[in-house]
């Protein structure tokens, strides 16, 4: 089997479709949220806590001197991502969550019961005959 053959094979699996759509859905959905926390959260949080623009939160940690840009930890920033991480992870949370309920109700829903065997529904015919006459 020629190697190009067996990628196109893997390649079309459903499940490896499923997680490059999932992928590219996901990559999207992180971009919203970035915006969100950058754009909409984080200003009013600034505001609220005296003006701070939380990514100007920095700590130099070496000065700059001449050419040499500074050395900073840029903690505003980090703070921001874990603020995204933790918007993205309750997302999932709930999606997996709603996907769990409805599992959930699908399996109680009540099976229909098992056909009798065949010698069983043979002995209620014979039954019902007998209770004719």
């Known amino acids: 089997m020629s190697m190009v053959k067996e990628f196109r094979e893997f390649a079309m699996r459903g499940n490896v479709v499923d997680m490059a759509v999932g992928i590219v859905i996901g990559a999207a ?3 919203i949220v970035t915006s969100f926390v950058n754009d909409v959260l984080m200003p009013p949080i600034g505001i609220a806590l005296g003006g701070v623009d939380f990514s100007d939160l920095v700590v130099t940690l ?3 001197s001449g050419e040499v840009t500074a050395v900073t930890l840029n903690y505003g920033s980090f ?8 918007i993205i992870a309750f997302a999932i949370f ?4 709603a996907m769990n ?12 019961p098992p056909a009798p065997p065949a010698d069983v529904v043979l002995l209620t015919e014979i039954r019902d005959l007998l209770k004719k006459d």
Request: overall charge positive.
């Open 94 to 97: 709930m999606v997996v969550k």
């Open 62 to 64: 070496k000065e700059a």
């Open 29 to 31: 959905f992180g971009k």
């Open 101 to 112: 309920s409805l599992k959930k109700k699908e399996e109680e829903k009540p099976a229909a």
């Open 79 to 86: 703070i921001q991502t874990v603020i995204d991480f933790i």
